[in-house]
């Protein structure tokens, strides 16, 4: 791309801010972002750490060591395929809107609408999942260090909410902050990995065999059919889970710089280096399963520990050391949920720049430090309501709420991915590529990303036991996955509303820059 004038000073415009004027927009966001830190962001909210550790019950429970053997590998690949398709799309359309602004370019004003608000439900329960998961690990750091709050739901979500204002608060400093902390979060989570994997090695009580950490199976599923292999199946939402958010990169665009090539490498590094080192951390947490993994969950359940990786330190290492992994993985979590709540703000900003949220405007400005304040407002209060029913149910099924959150993270999320992923397969050779592109490939890459979204959409809504299933004696709503819930309520609120209002008024992105400005520039 060549540079050209800037209309209103003489001044050279770059290849960054050309191409986004060709879009429609004026550049109005710092563009301060290098390639590393653009890849930061996204590694910081897929965050291995948080993912990994937070959310390892549910792959023990469902599956046991296979679904941490062979399900990660599984889930890397398949993501691979969707991070690739996503990243040929982030490069043609750099900006701030992603896959919502990709989906309307490519079909209409309609799938535009639908990924947007798709994409916007998932960035919140991402973010609300991600902070749970820290307050999860904060608590046992805070236990471990004699504060005496104790480790029940009521203290996990006090401290959830702490962190949610605190991530709101630093992300309201603007982006000199954010870029230092993104790339300190990178450097963290790859030294941390290292520490977490060589302490667990070499200072663990006992370690399992090859035989059990590769064939070992858990199934608790309780749905009746199926046997391990369905629950291994569910267990894939510890991996998927943990590969959501890498979206961030496209949310960056417009601060980022050659954001045609920078945005879809760092989708892909991502996706890569998150699965090599992801998989050396769960295998090593693995390995150091006392007993069985089921001796282990019970064991859990009966501490009234909230995730068996706290048991499992606190089990097979010195006080000290336990404390110490600890403390690195609490610390990694609480750099992803900050990284979380800036995406999706700048997610909910440029969806609200275009008018489809309702208060567009006062969620669409910017504070003197070039931050869209109110966005992250919405963004921190949706995803504490989002756990509330934590509260609600009974004690020991609070992490019921969590793994909803983490269900409606991947479905919501991955919708919005798959929606212009399906639009450019339509499109075929007459989509105008950008720096990167995926060639002829795009046929194999986009159809093995879709028909992978829709089997893990399908899965993860189904409830991990038959006591969540209406029809069965003993249902009860603790057990019940109100992931499906919220999706269809969510489907049917904005589909409602699309077909009785947004039709005859939402068109689109909305260009800050006329036709008669992009003909001048050119």
């Known amino acids: 791309m060549s540079t050209a004038r800037e209309p209103a000073g003489g001044v050279e415009m770059d290849a960054d801010e050309r191409r986004l004027r060709e879009m429609g927009y004026e550049p109005t966001l710092e563009r301060s972002m290098g390639a590393f830190s653009n890849f930061a962001i996204s590694f910081s909210i897929v965050s291995i750490l948080t993912g990994g550790l937070a959310s390892y019950g549910i792959g023990l429970s469902n599956g046991g060591p296979i679904t941490m053997a062979w399900g990660w590998p599984l889930v890397s690949v398949m993501v691979l395929f969707v991070g690739l398709a996503m990243a040929e799309l982030a490069s043609a359309y750099p900006t701030a809107g992603g896959l919502y602004w990709w989906a309307s370019k490519l079909g209409s004003p309609a799938h535009g609408w639908f990924t947007g608000w798709f994409n916007l439900v998932g960035q919140i329960a991402v973010t609300a999942a991600i902070d749970y998961g820290a307050a999860i690990f904060v608590t046992a750091v805070l236990e471990t260090i004699g504060a005496g709050l104790g480790t029940d739901r009521t203290t996990i979500f006090a401290v959830f909410t702490v962190i949610l204002i605190l991530h709101a608060g630093m992300n309201a400093i603007g982006p000199q902050i954010m870029n230092l902390l993104n790339m300190v979060s990178a450097w963290w989570h790859v030294a941390g990995v290292t520490v977490f994997v060589l302490v ?218 798959a929606i212009p992923i399906w639009l450019r397969l339509k499109q075929g050779d007459a989509f105008e590529t950008g720096d990167w592109h995926l060639g002829g490939r795009y046929k194999i890459v986009g159809g093995i990303a879709i028909a992978w979204v829709v089997f893990i959409c399908l899965l993860f809504i189904i409830p991990a036991s038959d006591a969540g299933l209406p029809w069965q004696d003993d249902f009860a709503w603790s057990s019940v996955n109100f992931a499906p819930i919220t999706v269809a309520v969510v489907l049917g609120a904005v589909g409602i509303w699309w077909l009785v209002s947004a039709r005859k008024w939402f068109t689109g992105p909305l260009h800050t820059v006329t036709e008669i400005e992009k003909e001048l520039d050119a």
């Open 200 to 417: 667990l090695i070499l200072f663990s009580d006992s370690h399992q065999s090859i035989d059990f950490a590769f064939t070992s199976t858990v199934d608790n599923s309780g749905v009746g059919f199926g046997g391990v292999t369905f629950s291994f199946l569910l267990g894939l939402l510890h991996a998927q889970y943990t590969f959501t958010g890498y979206d961030a990169s496209a949310h960056m665009s417009e601060e980022t710089k050659n954001a045609s090539r920078t945005v879809a490498k760092g989708i892909i590094n991502t996706i890569l280096v998150s699965a090599v080192f992801g998989y050396v951390l769960i295998m090593a947490v693995t390995f150091a399963i006392p007993g069985s993994a089921q001796e282990t969950l019970d064991a859990t359940a009966a501490a009234g520990l909230p995730s068996p990786v706290i048991y499992i330190l606190d089990t097979q290492l010195s006080s000290a050391l336990s404390a110490m992994l600890l403390i690195i993985a609490a610390v990694a979590q609480l750099f992803c949920g900050y990284a979380s709540v800036t995406a999706a703000s700048r997610m909910l900003y440029a969806f609200s720049r275009d008018k489809a949220v309702p208060g567009s405007r006062f969620w669409s400005q910017l504070s003197s430090r070039r931050v869209p304040l109110a966005a992250i407002g919405v963004v921190v209060f949706f995803a504490w309501l989002l756990l509330i029913p934590s509260l609600i149910v009974a004690e020991d099924q609070a992490i019921v709420a969590y793994s909803a959150a983490t269900s409606i993270a991947v479905i919501g999320l991955y919708i919005s991915y």
